[in-house]
């Protein structure tokens, strides 16, 4: 039972990181992807991986900001998948620490 208890909180701390990361906007209380914490980081990274060190003046081409939004996007769609798989595989690890944590300062209450 205590295991079994171990995983459900671990899922839902990893669930809660993962709306935090990949799908809260960055600078508002809303959901969408397109405005998360991963995908803002992911523009400047895709742009400069696939374009090079160009100047910021060409950033503003309909093509490259075309090019740049369908890599990041691929990105994000992967590493969320792989987010997911890495909360269900180890969802029992997520929670040990906040558990223990939570043990340690009741205790000191």
Known sequence: M???TQNIIGLLIGICFYIFLFLK???AFNFYYKGSIIINNLYPLVDSVV???KSNV???HPMR???VENYALTIWYILSILYLVFIWRYRGCIAYY??????I???KI
């Not at 906040?98 to 043990?103: A, M």
């Open 2 to 4: 205590k295991n079994k």
């Open 25 to 27: 906007e960055q600078y």
């Open 51 to 53: 374009f090079g060190n």
């Open 58 to 60: 060409s950033f503003l």
């Open 65 to 67: 900001i075309a090019t």
């Open 98 to 103: 906040p558990i223990k944590i939570v043990k």
């Open 105 to 107: 300062i009741y205790k």
